[in-house]
């Protein structure tokens, strides 16, 4: 009998995501229930201010569930720290720029989870970051100053960082959207080759839905505050993209995984 | 480093007596002078002054910078957030206040320390207000504000309380108020030193968080940095430096404000493993430099320190400004 290999697992229970204001619960998604337990590339979809982010963002735990609770591993995660920044790394858009760390140092910081209390670098540190930039193909840029490269640079840099932390699991909030088409498929494509050949679960949330349904394995698309959780196969096969995306205007061509419009006679 | 110890030198042999270097130099190295005078004015007046001054130096530059890095702001400084003005509250209220508050008695019996206590004991006080605000108020700029705000309502509350107090206690406010560096017996230095270098070494504990806090909250977060705990902590320390130095030595204004900025330019960083130490060797110099000035003085009348620099740091903080478009901490 052939043993599987054990990877990382992550599940919620029950989860609900939102906002607290003033006291009061406004969830935004009920009911969540994730459960994956092998390298998995999730593409998260859903029009502006459906919820997408704030799940990724829960995920993280950079804001408290509502209700519900996150598992790695079946033990449970309550807040951040050390030990859950060494199982997960998140790449957000806003990134602050009033700084004069440069691209490598930038990229270093992803090593901060490992390093001493001086945040000396070691070998494998080295390594691990030339190795994220070489990745993400930043190299040229490394003496750089982080506040000075254009929105897509900056992006593939914090990309970069987060691979640099090499976490089994990475949540990207909108990794791509200040790159153009051309550098939008690499990173795709890039992201793909990380989980296949470094075992990860990659969750992001994207616009990009011609390139989710190309590359990922499943899509959640979260719309009126729930969630459609099916593998990407399964999706395309039952046109579900058109049942959450379509207009009057545009369908979704599943041929060319692409919006068209729809010809008028 | 060697900029700084001839700096010192300097700062030592000048003053209404001027010293040569030499026998500075001298004195230092703990051979007795020949001239009885100048070794009663060395040991003990210049020598000590100058032990505050780079204490103060020291104190105010490393809280600046730990304020700035914290509210992410470049205007962030002691001075801003209030503390000081805590600071100058409550000894306004002990020297002006005591009369009607029926405190003379107290004042009287405890002198300097009840100024020292009474400065502590306002700056702590503001400081628990913003720490608390900073609970609900998650926004850094609305911190700051809520600083400012802070200032100008102590500055209110210092003008009502002297029109209720008499002409020679408000005189000894003002004073307090310029600033007074040549005032402090060794065991206050002592305890500045021993207290300034315990928390700096607590301080290196978090140079790695406060890299990451640049990054933004989200982001130290997301790193596994401990979000309330490291700006607890940190603000705990500016609170206790801040205070005891206003206490002492009086509001000392830009010193915190200007130096992180000076060593940002010279170091082209904002790697805190590089700024920290930075900072500490700077705010020693600048505070040397400025009492060098107020000694020097306009006309042989010596400037009160606090308006030396001021009128040094401002500009500075301006050019510094004006110079980098986009300015960076």
């Not at chain 1, 390093?115 to 691990?128: E, G, P, S």
Request: some cysteine; overall charge positive; aromatic content about 8%.
């Amino acid at each position: 009998m052939i043993k599987e290999p054990t990877y990382i697992q992550l599940q919620t229970k029950n989860l609900s995501v939102g906002y607290t204001t003033s006291g009061k619960k406004i969830p935004i998604v009920d009911n969540i229930h994730i459960d994956i337990h092998k390298p998995t590339f999730v593409a998260i979809l859903g029009k502006n201010g459906a919820g997408k982010s704030t799940l990724l963002r829960t995920l993280a735990q950079l804001q408290p569930a509502l209700s519900g609770t996150i598992h790695i591993n079946q033990k449970i995660v309550k807040n951040s720290s050390n030990d859950e920044a060494k199982l997960i790394s998140v790449v957000l858009t806003e990134v602050e720029k009033g700084h004069q760390f440069n691209v490598y140092e930038m990229v270093a910081f992803g090593r901060s989870v490992y390093t001493n209390w001086i945040d000396q670098l070691t070998v494998q540190d080295k390594m691990m970051i030339e190795n994220a930039m070489k990745w993400t193909g930043i190299q040229h840029l490394r003496h750089q100053k982080v506040a000075e490269l254009s929105d897509g640079q900056r992006q593939k840099v914090l990309v970069a960082r987060a691979l640099a932390q090499d976490t089994p699991i990475i949540l990207l909030d909108e990794p791509t959207v200040h790159l153009d088409v051309h550098h939008a498929m690499e990173m795709f494509h890039l992201f793909r080759k990380w989980v296949d050949e470094h075992q990860k679960i990659l969750i992001l949330t994207t616009h990009e839905i011609g390139l989710a349904t190309q590359l990922s394995d499943e899509i959640w698309i979260i719309d009126q505050g729930k969630i459609l959780q099916e593998p990407t196969v399964k999706i395309l096969e039952n046109n579900t993209i058109d049942q959450f995306f379509n207009t009057e205007l545009i369908h979704f061509n599943k041929m060319i995984h692409t919006f068209e419009y729809i010809k008028t006679k | 480093m060697l900029v700084l110890i001839i700096t010192w030198l300097i700062n030592i042999s000048i003053g209404s007596i001027s010293i040569p270097l030499k026998e500075v130099f001298k004195f230092l190295t703990g051979q007795h002078l020949e001239n009885e005078t100048w070794h009663t004015i060395l040991i003990q007046l210049r020598f000590p002054k100058s032990l505050t001054l780079i204490l103060v130096g020291v104190g105010l530059s490393i809280s600046g910078l730990l304020m700035q890095t914290l509210f992410r702001n470049v205007m962030a400084g002691p001075s801003v957030l209030g503390i000081s003005s805590g600071a100058g509250l409550g000894v306004a209220l002990l020297l002006m206040g005591s009369g009607w508050l029926g405190w003379e008695k107290m004042e009287q019996a405890f002198g300097q320390i009840s100024i020292v206590m009474s400065a502590v004991i306002g700056a702590t006080l503001v400081l628990l207000l913003i720490l608390l605000l900073s609970l609900k108020l998650k926004n850094n700029l609305s911190i700051l504000i809520i600083g400012l705000m802070l200032s100008a309502l102590t500055a209110a509350l210092i003008s009502v309380l002297s029109v209720f107090s008499t002409a020679q206690k408000l005189q000894e406010y003002l004073f307090w108020g310029f600033g007074n560096v040549s005032n402090l017996g060794f065991d206050a230095i002592l305890f500045l030193f021993v207290l300034i270098t315990l928390l700096s070494i607590w301080i290196i504990k978090f140079l790695k968080p406060l890299n990451l806090l640049l990054l933004g909250e989200n982001m130290a977060q997301s790193m596994g940095v401990r979000l309330a705990f490291t700006k607890n902590s940190l603000l705990i320390i500016v609170g206790i430096i801040v205070g005891v130095i206003t206490a002492y030595v009086g509001p000392i204004a830009f010193v915190g404000l200007a130096v992180p900025h000076i060593a940002r330019m010279l170091f082209k960083t904002s790697d805190h493993k590089v700024l920290f130490p930075a900072v500490i060797l700077l705010g020693a110099l600048m505070m040397l430099v400025c009492d060098s000035i107020a000694q020097i003085g306009i006309n042989g009348q010596v400037i009160p320190i606090n308006a030396v620099t001021s009128l040094l740091g401002a500009p500075i903080v301006i050019y510094l400004i004006f110079k980098q478009k986009n300015y960076q901490i």
